[in-house]
C-alpha cells in the first residue's frame, strides 16, 4: 500500500521534489519537496485507488467507526468517497467555527456520542488534525484515529499524536517516496541526502 501510494502520487505530479529550487509551504517553511494531494480528487483511477486504499485502513484500524470525518477543505472530498464505500455518515470540520447561523464548526452528521474516523490529506507537524480531532471530541465524539494520504515522518508529530492520546495512520510516507523516486531515478543520492537533512531540521525547530 505504502509503495503503491508513493507511485500513484509521483505519476500525477501530486508530489514535486525539487531539492535545487525549493519551495514556500503556506506556512513560510522553504522546502525541497510539496505535496499537493488535491490532484489526486482530478484524476478518477487514482482516486478510486486512493479511496479503496483509505478503507482498507478503516476497516483494519477502526472497524468500529460510525461516523468519517473530513478536514476543510483537503480531506473533505476523501471522507465523502470513503463514507460512501462504506455506507457511513459523514461530516467536515471546519477550522474555526462559523460566524453567522449557528456558528456550527462541525457540519453534517451529528458526532456526539458516535465512534468517528478523521480523514486528513497530509501530516506535517500534526496540528491542524489535532485540532480538528479536538473539535470533534468537543462536540461529544469518540475518535478512534486519523487516517491520512501521506506524512513527512517528522517526528514531533508522533509525540504530539501521543500527548493527545491519539493514533494515525498513512497510506504512505516521505521515506517511502524517496525510495520510490530514486528507484525511478528522479532523484540521485545527493538530493536524497537534502531532502533528508531538511526534515531533521523541521524536527529540531
Not at 521534489?17 to 478518477?44: A, H, M, Q
Not at 478503507?55 to 471522507?79: F, N, Y
Request: net charge negative; aromatic share 6%; proline share 4%.
Amino acid at each position: 500500500m505504502e509503495t503503491r501510494t508513493a507511485e500513484i502520487l509521483l505519476d500525477i505530479n501530486a508530489v514535486a521534489l525539487s531539492p535545487e529550487e525549493p519551495f514556500t509551504w503556506s506556512s513560510g517553511i522553504i522546502s525541497p519537496i510539496y505535496c499537493d494531494n488535491r490532484k489526486i480528487i482530478g484524476d478518477v483511477p487514482a482516486r478510486q485507488e486512493i479511496a479503496e486504499a483509505f478503507v482498507d485502513v478503516v476497516k483494519s484500524e477502526a472497524p468500529d467507526a460510525e461516523v468519517i470525518a473530513g478536514t476543510s477543505t483537503a480531506g473533505i472530498p476523501h471522507a465523502a468517497f470513503i463514507s460512501e464505500r462504506l455506507g457511513l455518515p459523514m461530516c467536515y470540520v471546519r477550522g474555526s467555527k462559523k460566524k453567522h447561523g449557528k456558528g456550527n464548526q462541525i457540519e453534517g452528521a451529528e458526532v456526539e456520542g458516535k465512534k468517528v474516523v478523521l480523514i486528513e490529506d497530509l501530516i506535517s507537524t500534526g496540528g491542524s488534525s489535532l485540532e480538528a480531532a479536538e473539535a470533534l471530541k468537543e462536540n461529544g465524539a469518540e475518535v478512534l484515529a486519523v487516517v491520512a494520504i501521506f506524512t513527512y515522518g517528522i517526528p514531533r508529530a508522533d509525540e504530539a499524536f501521543k500527548e493527545a492520546g491519539l493514533t494515525y495512520h498513512t497510506l504512505s510516507t516521505l521515506d517511502v517516496l524517496i525510495d520510490v523516486s530514486m528507484d525511478r531515478g528522479a532523484i540521485d543520492e545527493a538530493q536524497k541526502e537534502t531532502i533528508l537533512q531538511f526534515r531533521q531540521k523541521l524536527s529540531q525547530k
